[in-house]
């Protein structure tokens, strides 16, 4: 299994990114794909969550601002970020959780994990 993310950068306060995240290598019907980021000297956060009904579920942080979605014949996760703040700045993550039957916000519950890609906001 390969997760790959790109689309990260450098933006002011109040722009916008989107991120992608090419999955490739699995065939479970069943999983969850997750959205994580970690800033210096902190833990890594869950953002948002997209399980393989479509359900989702979006940190208090981002509500309203970002949104994840999927598209399955491209294999890619997306995450649509809006209204950026330099509190968003962090690296990135995408992750995979096998077999999954509902969402899991938990970091530990993920199998697989991309390498990151990075996201500053400035103010």
């Known amino acids: 299994v390969q997760l790959v993310e790109s689309g990260g950068g450098s933006v002011q306060a109040g722009g916008s990114l989107r991120l992608s995240c090419g999955v490739s290598?699995?065939?479970?019907?069943?999983?969850?794909l997750g959205w994580f980021r970690q800033a210096p000297g902190k833990e890594r956060e869950w953002v948002a969550v997209i399980d393989s009904n479509g359900r989702t579920r979006y940190a208090d942080s981002v509500k309203g601002r970002f949104t994840i979605s999927q598209d399955n014949a491209k294999n890619t996760l997306y995450l649509q970020m809006t209204g950026l703040k330099p509190e968003d700045t962090a690296m990135y993550y995408c992750?995979?959780?096998?077999?999954?039957?509902?969402?899991?916000?938990?970091?530990?519950?993920?199998?697989?994990w991309g390498q990151g890609t990075q996201v500053t906001v400035s103010s």
């Open positions: 992750a995979l959780s096998v077999p999954r039957w509902s969402l899991t916000v938990r970091p530990g519950d993920y199998n697989y």
């Open positions: 290598g699995y065939t479970y019907k069943n999983y969850c």
